[in-house]
């Protein structure tokens, strides 16, 4: 059974930082890309940020120049490490990673359970 398990959210000022971890544990035989999406209220969930296994990144512009993913392939663990954080960057987040559960499974997506992250003062 795999697992994404994320962690590091929280209310925080506009401005401030935050840093998100996911790690992905269990049967896993592959890990392609990871990444992190977002959804906020009423709106429909987007891509904040994306890693591949050999670490070329994708970033949405809205977050461009603000946030830094990094992975850990060893370890299965991604990062989003948050800065200059935004009221409107208050979302649910999540973690996403491509991954095969075993030796002779398909490539699947596999999500965590979403982390709060609020920016207010």
């Known amino acids: 059974q795999v697992q994404l398990v994320e962690s590091g959210g929280g209310l925080v000022l506009p401005g401030g930082s935050l840093r998100l971890s996911c790690a992905a544990s269990g049967s896993i035989f592959g890990v392609n890309t990871m990444g992190w999406y977002r959804q906020a209220p009423g709106k429909q969930r987007e891509l904040v940020a994306a890693i591949t296994s050999g670490g070329i990144t994708n970033y949405a512009d809205s977050v461009k120049g603000r946030f830094r993913i990094s992975r850990d392939n060893a370890i299965n663990t991604v990062w989003l490490q948050m800065d200059s954080l935004k009221p409107e960057d208050s979302a649910v987040y999540y973690c996403?990673?491509?991954?095969?559960?075993?030796?002779?499974?398909?490539?699947?997506?596999?999500w965590g359970q979403g982390t709060q992250v609020t920016v207010s003062s």
């Open positions: 996403t990673a491509d991954l095969k559960a075993s030796i002779a499974g398909r490539w699947a997506s596999y």
